[in-house]
């Protein structure tokens, strides 16, 4: 989809209740050889789109890896439920089968995971449960979705009530959904300055189903009672939360999605080496902010890499923080593919 330099590999997962099953690693290689790498994984009603991420990685000795979990963006089959899982376990063979690629079949003895929203809850889960097989290095965790962005009533009984029916009719729609404030603030036809798929990334999102918020109320109580993440840590959010359901700039500036209270009451359970970073103007998805507070975060991103990582400058060295704001966009990157497993 994105065109040189980026690639994508198919993994095959078999099957479930809907049929064949498949993720999607996308890859761009940094210029010179490197044995670190980061692999992205997305939030929900998401994929990877933001290039001007793997740029900055690239840019800095970093292969960048971004994973499109199974039933989302690139993996997203025509016969299954729109990024729809009854457990977020479900999602760990691909994300070992992406990690044992990364570290095997490319050679990096250095690996950053990152995670955005619930991808941050997934593989914060994930590093705990693979806490003795050395898969990561270090985890980047961006707005991590760790609790339900409601009242306590809605919160803890009413989602328990939820979550039951999600074991009785798991693919029941409920009668809520994910609103377009967010989806309008980042799109270029709307408010925003980003080009994505609005089929995979839709502006309300999709269909919210009794067993997927299940699976949700499930992973952040296991998160509440206490991972033990043996790798560095980075939380990073914004300094506050937008709860209007009508636009007003203000969401432009704020985590119009996730309550980021709710990151930072949580973020001591992940593990013994935890670092928490802020972002005054930071939008849900902080590399997706505006320019001065994501060149913010990622001087913060690549100071903390270099501090806890051991990523020191590559050969060619880093290139200015400055220049990220500027890198190409992903209106830029979507072009079509001139080889055979263009990203």
């Known amino acids: 989809m994105l065109g040189p330099p980026y690639e994508r590999q198919t993994i095959d997962l078999g099957t479930d209740d809907e049929g064949a099953v498949v993720a999607t690693l996308v890859r761009r290689r940094a210029d010179h050889s490197t044995r670190r790498a980061v692999l992205y994984v997305h939030g929900y009603v998401d994929y990877f789109f933001q290039t001007h991420l793997a740029d900055f990685f690239a840019e800095r000795g970093w292969d960048f890896y971004a994973l499109d979990l199974r039933k989302y963006g690139r993996s997203l089959l025509a016969h299954q439920t729109p990024n729809f899982c009854r457990d977020l376990s479900d999602y760990f063979p691909e994300l070992d089968a992406a ?90 036809e709307h408010r925003g300055e980003w ?50 359901t009508k636009w007003h700039d203000s969401a432009a500036l704020a985590d119009a999605v996730l309550d980021v209270e709710h990151m930072v009451r949580w973020a001591p359970r992940l593990g013994r080496h935890v670092t928490l970073a802020r972002f005054d103007g930071g939008m849900h998805d902080l590399t997706l902010s505006g320019p001065a507070v994501r060149e913010q975060v990622f001087a913060e991103v690549g100071r903390w890499a270099e501090a806890f990582l051991g990523a020191g400058p590559t050969e060619a060295g880093p290139a ?21 497993q263009g990203g």
């Open 99 to 188: 990690a044992k690629i990364i570290r095997e079949d490319d050679g990096h003895d250095t690996v950053l995971a990152m995670g955005h929203s619930t991808g941050g809850l997934i593989i914060s889960l994930w590093a705990h449960a693979r806490r003795d097989a050395g898969l990561v290095d270090g985890l980047f965790l961006n707005s991590p979705f760790f609790d339900i962005n409601a009242p306590w009533v809605i919160r803890r009984p009413l989602a328990a009530a939820v979550s039951r029916l999600g074991r009785r009719a798991p693919h029941r729609v409920l009668p809520f959904g994910l609103g377009t404030v967010y989806g309008e603030s980042l799109h270029a």
């Open 320 to 340: 200015s923080p400055a220049a990220v704001p500027g890198s190409r966009s992903p209106a830029d990157a979507d072009e079509p593919a001139t080889a055979a």
């Open 195 to 244: 080009t994505y798929d609005l089929n995979w990334k839709p502006l309300a999102g999709f269909p919210v189903r009794a067993g997927w918020l299940h699976a949700i109320r499930s992973a952040q109580r296991q998160l509440r009672a206490g991972l033990d993440i043996p790798v560095p840590v980075l939380l990073a959010c914004s300094t506050r939360s937008f709860k209007g």
